[in-house]
C-alpha cells in the first residue's frame, strides 16, 4: 500500500527564515503534486513534479523530486506570514479496479509564519 | 473558463439521514472525484467517474455511491450518514480518466457535519 508521509507536520517560523517541507513516498509513482490549503478552503495546486530532477519555482516556493529517493521538498525562503498555510504533498497511487487514478495525499504540514 | 463548483458549502444533517452533495466540473474536463478530508488529515479517495461510470473506488462503503452526468457534473450520495463521515468533501475534475501535466482541479468543498 502507497504511504505518503511529511514532515514536520507543524511548523512555526519567523519571516525572513528559510525553511524547507520533506514529503518521502513508499512505492514508485509517475507524479507527484503540491498543494496549499487555506483554513476552511479547497486545494489550491502549486507544483506539479513528472521526473526525476524536477525542480520547479514560484516566488518563494521551490519545489524538487528525487524519484530514486522517493523524495520530494518544498524549500521557502525568506518567509512571508501570506504563506501561513498548510501544505500537502500528493502523489498518483497505483490505479484502482476499475482503472482510475488517485492521489494519495501526506498529512499535511501546517505551516506558521509570524512577524 | 470556468472552475469546479460545489453545492452547498454547508450542511448539517442529523445521523441515519441521507445526503447529495454536487459537483460541476472544470470546461473540458470529462472526469471527476470525489475525496472526503476529516479535520486535521488529507484527503481520502472515495471514488472517480469517468464517462458517467464508476471506474476506481477507495476504502469507501457501500453507502457512499455517486453519479456523474452527460454534462460531466456529478453527485455523491451518502445514506445512513454516521457522526464519523462529518468531513469537507471536495470534488476534483481532471481530463480523459487521467491527472493532466496540470493536474486536478479541485472544488472549494461542501462542510458536512453530522449530529
Known amino acids: 500500500e502507497l504511504k505518503v508521509e511529511q514532515n514536520p507536520l507543524f511548523l512555526s517560523m519567523q519571516e525572513g527564515k528559510n525553511y524547507t517541507i520533506y514529503c518521502n513516498y513508499s512505492?514508485?509513482?509517475?507524479?507527484l503534486y503540491w498543494y496549499r490549503q487555506d483554513p476552511g478552503k479547497s486545494l489550491e495546486s502549486l507544483f506539479v513534479l513528472l521526473s526525476n530532477g524536477a525542480v520547479k519555482q514560484e516566488g518563494r516556493l521551490m519545489a524538487s523530486l528525487d524519484t530514486k529517493a522517493r523524495l520530494s521538498t518544498l524549500h521557502i525562503t525568506a518567509a512571508v506570514h501570506d504563506l501561513s498555510a498548510t501544505y500537502f504533498c500528493a502523489v498518483d497511487g497505483p490505479r484502482t479496479q476499475g482503472g482510475s487514478e488517485k492521489l494519495v495525499f501526506g498529512k499535511g504540514t501546517k505551516l506558521t509564519v509570524n512577524p | 473558463e470556468t472552475g469546479v463548483t460545489q453545492s452547498p458549502t454547508h450542511l448539517i444533517k442529523t445521523r441515519g439521514q441521507q445526503v447529495t452533495l454536487r459537483c460541476s466540473s472544470q470546461s473540458g474536463h470529462n472526469t471527476v472525484s470525489w475525496y472526503q478530508q476529516a479535520l486535521g488529515q488529507g484527503p481520502q479517495f472515495i471514488f472517480q467517474y469517468y464517462r458517467e461510470e464508476e471506474n476506481g473506488r477507495g476504502n469507501f462503503p457501500p453507502r457512499f455511491s455517486g453519479l456523474q452526468f452527460p454534462n460531466y457534473s456529478s453527485e455523491l450520495n451518502v445514506n445512513a450518514l454516521e457522526l464519523d463521515d462529518s468531513a469537507l468533501y471536495l470534488c476534483?475534475?481532471?481530463?480523459?480518466?487521467?491527472?493532466?501535466?496540470?493536474?486536478?482541479?479541485f472544488g472549494s468543498g461542501t462542510r458536512l457535519t453530522v449530529v
Open positions: 476534483a475534475s481532471s481530463l480523459g480518466g487521467t491527472g493532466t501535466t496540470y493536474g486536478y482541479t
Open positions: 512505492t514508485t509513482s509517475d507524479r
